[in-house]
């Protein structure tokens, strides 16, 4: 699969150097983009039209590169950041699957909730530190 995700990477570049029309999109106006997207997903999961959903689910993932490449030339996140973000909270949020451990759905769903509450708590106390920087 490397293969393939290098070469979406490669096409979704190709795509911002020669297409005018990228280049000129916003994160909020090519947000409307994906979200059309993933409305004719939900519609092709809903009608179980395999072929369909193959399709939006490749149409999904070309707009969800696409977007995180418009953040990273206009909000300045560089965008190996976010593949480290999910995986760093995803290692928070369900470290047991990188222990290689099996947990029960309750226990999961506890752990899961229980990460939730820290990072909000960590967001709120962050904010607070930096607003008392000012």
Same mark, same amino acid.
């Given at each position: 699969? $490397?293969?393939? %995700?290098?070469?979406?990477? *490669?096409?979704? $570049?190709?795509?911002?150097?020669?297409? #005018?029309? =990228?280049?000129?999109?916003?994160?909020? @106006? !090519?947000?409307? &983009?994906? /979200? $059309?997207?993933?409305?004719?997903?939900? &519609?092709?999961?809903? #009608?179980? *039209?395999?072929?369909? =959903?193959? /399709?939006?689910?490749?149409?999904?993932?070309? $707009?969800? %590169? @696409?977007? =995180?490449?418009?953040?990273?030339?206009?909000?300045? %996140?560089?965008?190996? /950041?976010?593949?480290?973000?999910?995986? *760093?909270?995803?290692?928070?949020?369900?470290? !047991?699957?990188?222990?290689?451990?099996?947990? @029960?759905?309750? /226990?999961? @769903?506890?752990?899961?909730?229980?990460?939730?509450?820290?990072?909000?708590? #960590?967001?709120?106390?962050?904010?607070?530190?930096?607003?008392?920087?000012?």
């Amino acid at each position: 699969m $490397d293969k393939e %995700i290098n070469a979406l990477l *490669d096409a979704v $570049d190709k795509n911002f150097k020669n297409c #005018n029309w =990228i280049k000129e999109q916003s994160p909020d @106006s !090519y947000l409307a &983009e994906l /979200e $059309d997207e993933v409305r004719e997903l939900r &519609e092709a999961i809903k #009608n179980k *039209d395999t072929e369909n =959903i193959k /399709e939006e689910l490749g149409d999904v993932l070309w $707009d969800v %590169i @696409s977007l =995180i490449k418009i953040i990273e030339r206009d909000e300045k %996140i560089a965008a190996k /950041e976010i593949p480290k973000a999910v995986v *760093d909270k995803f290692k928070r949020r369900k470290p !047991y699957i990188f222990e290689g451990k099996s947990v @029960s759905i309750e /226990e999961a @769903s506890k752990i899961w909730q229980k990460a939730k509450e820290e990072e909000k708590l #960590n967001k709120t106390k962050k904010r607070a530190k930096e607003e008392n920087a000012r």
